[in-house]
């Protein structure tokens, strides 16, 4: 059972929610050089057994699945009725601190609800799921479309409404409740956050900020300045606008290879879109459950739109400056915002089809589509996530971003893995904080979903890097290589194309980092 608050004061010991290193590593895998072919059967033996192709000496295994709840009467989870085909679409994930436990939110256009998965019982039990009252319109005690989640510094979690529902964020106050003995899940709506199609969701280092983007093809990135640590029911926000931009707020931002990233590049600004209190400072009402109503303040505010910004990453820069990192889906692009302070930042192309692949090893025929999530290991790397098959014979795939030197700007997207399962897609990638080495990865809504009696449906595994076999170099096995590459920026810079010693000791620096 759960009870659904509109409003809740939340205090707790802060903890860190972000990964605290600073990224710069070089390729410490032999990345593949395809996508992955993909079965053209639901439950064929790669979705059962084998879901990715992998570098060597990658291994996963399977954490849960959908079948394998629902085939126990103790367990439970989130099947809408009359919606099979997508009953379960497990999401993005989060890890409590200890990563015994896992959160996955479910994506369903009504009905949609939160599962706990213990890792050490291996059981899932649902902690919270709508009453289908958006069927009608009425989600006075419904929810929709649960994409994001993220734990916070207060020991709570977040979830929030992306593409149905009304773009609201709720915050799990007890997410941790003992509802199999009958405590109550408290869910807060958080009329604190503006009203947008939540996916990305991530606390800066200190837990002082959460970053968000609204999920639209002119869409903005969005940040919450808590007036107190832990507590999200009161603070202000902001919307990021960008220089160099001079079109028209609610214009889309074109598809690659006709969009223009250089023009939602350069410097930028954090502007107000209330007090510190919470309180508008616009014509347009950001809390408006109707109609998004952050989309229509950032609209007001001349906030930078870009093509469908999904997840979100914080980490560090060389400088040590704190860095935002967001995909852009539709402009097949990755962004990083440099926090600059006094509001200023400078937005940089992180990555996209432009950038070399697989530099300095064995190039790849896979190409970047639809990149969605994103994930960050303990030394602060950037991993990328596609949201969807390159085509009905491809999979989706999952790009290392390799920073070498750390500016923000990426040397080479490497081909990590990629999915092999029919109907299906990557979600919900994040690293365990208690195993370093260890990385969660949802198979969403594959065809075998549809199938309630026999298919094994959305599956949540578990994949570790720890006995990886590091690359070789590629020409005279030297140490040591060094390529001219010019960035997006026209800058010409010396970047290390091969260290096998670095990448040999990977795994021990890894896990030095997340001591």
């Not at 734990?151 to 593409?163: F, Q």
């Not at 970053?211 to 999200?232: A, L, M, Q, T």
């Not at 919900?428 to 990865?441: D, E, S």
């Given at each position: 059972m759960y009870q659904f608050k509109k409003k809740a004061i939340i205090t707790g010991i802060l903890l860190a929610c972000a990964q605290t290193a600073s990224a710069g590593t070089d390729v410490f895998f032999n990345p593949l050089t395809q996508s992955a072919a993909v079965a053209q059967i639901p439950n064929h033996v790669n979705e059962l057994?084998?879901?990715?192709?992998?570098?060597?000496?990658?291994?996963?295994?399977?954490?849960?699945?959908?079948?394998?709840?629902?085939?126990?009467?103790?367990?439970?989870?989130?099947?809408?009725?009359?919606?099979?085909?997508?009953?379960?679409?497990?999401?993005m994930s989060a890890f409590d601190p200890s990563g015994?436990?896992?959160?996955?939110?479910?994506?369903?256009?009504?009905?949609?609800?939160?599962?706990?998965?213990?890792?050490?019982?291996?059981?899932?039990?649902?902690?919270?799921?709508?009453?289908?009252?958006?069927?009608?319109?009425?989600?006075?005690?419904?929810?929709?479309?649960?994409?994001?989640?993220?734990?916070?510094?207060?020991?709570?979690?977040?979830?929030?409404?992306?593409?149905?529902?009304?773009?609201?964020?709720?915050?799990?106050?007890?997410?941790?409740?003992?509802?199999?003995?009958?405590?109550?899940?408290?869910?807060?709506?958080l009329h604190s956050i503006p009203n947008v199609s939540h996916e990305g969701l991530r606390f800066n280092h200190d837990g002082s900020?959460?970053?968000?983007?609204?999920?639209?093809?002119?869409?903005?990135?969005?940040?919450?300045?808590?007036?107190?640590?832990?507590?999200?029911?009161?603070?202000?926000?902001?919307?990021?606008?960008v220089e160099n931009y001079t079109g028209s707020p609610v214009a889309q931002a074109g598809a690659y290879p006709d969009n223009n990233p250089s023009e939602r590049s350069g410097s930028a600004t954090w502007v107000a879109m209330t007090d510190i209190n919470g309180v508008k400072l616009t014509t347009a009402d950001p809390f408006d459950n109707e109609t998004r109503g952050g989309r229509a303040v950032a609209d007001e505010l001349n906030g930078t739109p870009f093509r469908r910004p999904e997840d979100v990453e914080v980490g560090y820069l060389k400088n040590g400056h704190e860095v935002l990192y967001f995909t852009a889906t539709e402009e097949l692009a990755a962004y990083?915002?440099?926090?600059?302070?006094?509001?200023?930042?400078?937005?940089?192309?992180?990555?996209?089809?432009?950038?070399?692949?697989?530099?300095?090893?064995?190039?790849?025929t896979g190409q970047i589509n639809s990149p969605d999530n994103l994930a960050q290991d303990a030394l602060g790397n950037i991993y990328m996530v596609e949201d969807a098959p390159n085509g009905d014979n491809v999979g989706g795939d999952i790009w290392f971003?390799?920073?070498?030197?750390?500016?923000?700007?990426?040397?080479?997207?490497?081909?990590?893995?990629?999915?092999?399962?029919?109907?299906?897609?990557?979600?919900?990638?994040?690293?365990?904080?208690?195993?370093?080495?260890?990385?969660?990865?949802?198979?969403?809504?594959?065809?075998?979903t549809a199938d309630q009696d026999n298919g094994m449906g959305d599956a949540t595994w578990l994949i570790d890097i720890n006995n990886v076999v590091a690359p070789l170099c590629a020409a005279d096995s030297a140490d040591k290589r060094e390529h001219a590459h010019n960035d997006h920026d026209g800058k010409n810079r010396t970047v290390k194309t091969c260290n096998n010693s670095d990448a040999t000791n990977f795994i021990k620096k890894l896990t030095k980092a997340s001591q």
């Open positions: 057994n084998s879901p990715w192709q992998v570098p060597t000496g990658v291994s996963y295994e399977n954490l849960t699945s959908l079948h394998e709840i629902e085939a126990d009467p103790s367990q439970s989870t989130v099947r809408v009725p009359s919606l099979s085909a997508g009953a379960s679409m497990t999401d015994r436990y896992i959160f996955l939110p479910h994506e369903t256009q009504y009905g949609a609800g939160l599962t706990r998965y213990d890792r050490e019982t291996d059981k899932a039990v649902n902690l919270f799921r709508g009453d289908m009252g958006g069927q009608t319109g009425n989600w006075t005690n419904d929810f929709g479309a649960l994409d994001p989640a993220t734990w916070t510094p207060a020991n709570t979690l977040l979830v929030g409404e992306e593409w149905s529902g009304q773009g609201r964020l709720f915050e799990v106050t007890n997410p941790m409740a003992d509802v199999e003995n009958g405590e109550t899940v408290i869910v807060n709506e900020a959460l970053y968000f983007v609204d999920e639209d093809r002119s869409g903005s990135v969005y940040k919450f300045v808590p007036s107190v640590h832990g507590d999200y029911s009161k603070g202000q926000s902001f919307v990021l606008r990083s915002v440099e926090e600059l302070g006094h509001g200023k930042a400078m937005v940089r192309l992180f990555a996209d089809e432009s950038t070399l692949k697989n530099l300095g090893q064995a190039s790849t971003l390799r920073d070498t030197n750390n500016d923000g700007i990426a040397e080479s997207v490497d081909h990590f893995m990629s999915l092999q399962v029919k109907g299906a897609e990557n979600t919900g990638m994040i690293f365990n904080p208690a195993n370093p080495t260890q990385f969660i990865i949802n198979v969403q809504h594959p065809e075998s």
